[in-house]
Nanobody, 120 residues
């Protein structure tokens, strides 16, 4: 059974920084993509950033230049460094892991979510 444990959310003033972490534990054959999504009240969940196993990254336009996603493959951990935070970044942030549980079984899992609140 896979578990995704997130940490690092909190309350910060506009212009501040936070670093989110998500550690994946359990049995998995291969992790392909690790990413961060967010959902603000009344909005749909949206992609923030994703990093592939080879290191390729993709960011939402709204966070480019401010957020950096990285991963430690040895620890099955993904990070999201968030700088110059804005009030519109306020949301619950979820990590997502996509891969193969076995040769015949895919895996797509979500963390429990961590609240990020940016005050103006």
């Amino acid at each position: 059974q896979m578990q995704l444990v997130e940490s690092g959310g909190g309350l910060v003033q506009a212009g501040g920084s936070l670093r989110l972490s998500c550690a994946a534990s359990g049995s998995i054959l291969r992790i392909n993509a690790m990413g961060w999504y967010r959902q603000a009240p009344g909005n749909q969940r949206e992609l923030v950033a994703v990093i592939m196993s080879g290191g390729d990254t993709n960011y939402a336009d709204s966070v480019k230049g401010r957020f950096t996603i990285s991963r430690d493959n040895a620890k099955n951990t993904v990070y999201l460094q968030m700088n110059n935070l804005k009030p519109e970044d306020t949301a619950v942030y979820y990590c997502n892991v996509n891969g193969k549980r076995s040769v015949f079984r895919n895996y797509d899992g979500w963390g429990q979510g961590t609240q990020v609140t940016v005050s103006s």
